[in-house]
């Protein structure tokens, strides 16, 4: 039997950075940014004693709530993150005694940028199977822990956020997530979006501190050209797989990079503006997070239908990328 969602939640924390507050900070502009990327104002995560597990917890709360029920009916959690709250034990251990997931086991995965679609799909195969029943599939990412707030350059990319989703078996058969393409291309990703501090390679000193190594690198160029060929390529291998016209698509659900790169996917899938959803306006970049946040969007705003066909895609640090199609149960 397919794997199908049956809820969806998110967590943006209060705090705000606007573009105007950026150019109190940095040599940048509102204009500069809303141009170039469609970015006007990131959630941060102010508090310093709450990291990514927080953001996790409050997405993991409410998915509870929202399918009725509890803690212990769940088999497995996985959370995608970038940005732990530690390198161990995971983040996905740290949340499941947030809520007291007493019979689940959980682990965390990174595949940054992608690392939602990754666990989905990972989760997905686990249903499949017949080896579990629920399943609880977390992105988020608290991304002003590892940005550089005087590099201009990717200090106006990224907010903090999370989404989730609960996994189960589809309720009847040709719904839920009916196909996924997963890709990695570490030979031409490692050197273009990383942080090289904090690893085995470079474990914290003071010279990592004062090298700044422990902060997002990002050669915003060469990103930008592989995520506008990869995310469309990607999407429309997914429609062609499946039968999949403009007409019968009812949301593409991108990875809210750059208002830029969502807009070159959904052209070459020759889908109109209506058919896709776009918060980076909002949030910024949420790496893990975008997707589920858009999904969980989507769901509080009635969008989202039975037999309702979904795309959704992804391009991240890696690099990493993927497509799914997904029939909304
Ligand atoms: N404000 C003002 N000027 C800025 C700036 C900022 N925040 N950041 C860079 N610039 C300047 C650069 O210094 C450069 O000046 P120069 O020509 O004098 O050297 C100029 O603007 C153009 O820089 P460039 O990097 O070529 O801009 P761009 O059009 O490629 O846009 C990004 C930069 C980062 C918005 C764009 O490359 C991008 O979106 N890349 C993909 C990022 C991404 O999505 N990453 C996550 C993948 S999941």
């Not at 990131?42 to 509890?70: F, H, N, W």
């Not at 965390?108 to 499949?128: H, K, P, Q, V, W």
């Not at 839920?176 to 990703?189: F, V």
């Not at 019968?248 to 020759?270: C, D, F, K």
Request: charged fraction near 20%; aromatic fraction near 8%.
């Amino acid at each position: 039997m397919n794997a199908a969602i049956t809820a969806t939640a998110k967590y943006l924390p209060d705090g705000i950075l606007s573009n105007l507050d950026l150019e109190r900070m940095l040599d940048t502009n509102d204009e500069w940014i809303r141009t170039r990327t469609g970015i006007s104002e990131r959630r941060i995560l102010r508090d310093p004693e709450k990291a990514t597990s927080y953001i996790c917890g409050e997405v993991a709360r409410q998915l509870l709530e929202k399918r009725g029920m509890t803690a212990d009916e769940l088999d497995l959690i996985i959370v995608a993150t970038m940005t732990p709250d530690m390198l161990f034990p995971s983040t996905a251990c740290l949340v499941q005694d947030i809520i007291g997931a007493r019979n689940a086991w959980a682990f965390d995965l990174n595949a940054a940028c992608s690392g939602f679609l990754f666990a989905l799909n990972t989760a997905s195969r686990f249903i499949e199977s017949g080896a579990h029943k629920k399943v609880m599939v977390i992105g988020a990412d608290k991304m002003s822990s590892v940005i550089d707030y005087t590099d201009r350059s990717t200090a106006i990319l990224f907010g903090d956020g999370g989404g989730g989703v609960i996994l189960e078996p589809a309720a009847e058969e040709g719904y839920g997530i009916l196909d996924a393409r997963m890709y990695s291309d570490g030979t031409n990703g490692k050197d273009h979006l990383l942080m090289k501090g904090g690893g085995s390679r470079h474990p914290a000193t003071h010279k990592t501190v004062d090298e700044r190594l422990h902060y997002i690198y990002q050669d915003g160029r060469m990103v930008f050209k592989s995520a506008v060929t990869s995310m469309a390529n990607v999407a429309v291998e997914i429609m062609e797989r499946n039968g999949l016209t403009a007409e019968n698509v009812s949301w593409l659900v991108p990875h809210q990079a750059n208002q830029r790169i969502i807009s070159a996917t959904a052209e070459r899938m020759g889908i109109s503006s209506e058919k896709f959803i776009s918060n980076v306006g909002r949030y910024g970049n949420t790496t893990a997070g975008t997707i589920p946040i858009c999904l969980a969007e989507l769901d509080e705003e009635n969008k989202l239908h039975p037999g309702s066909n979904l795309v959704l895609c992804s391009f991240g640090a890696g690099y990493t990328w993927g497509g799914m199609y997904v029939k909304w149960q």
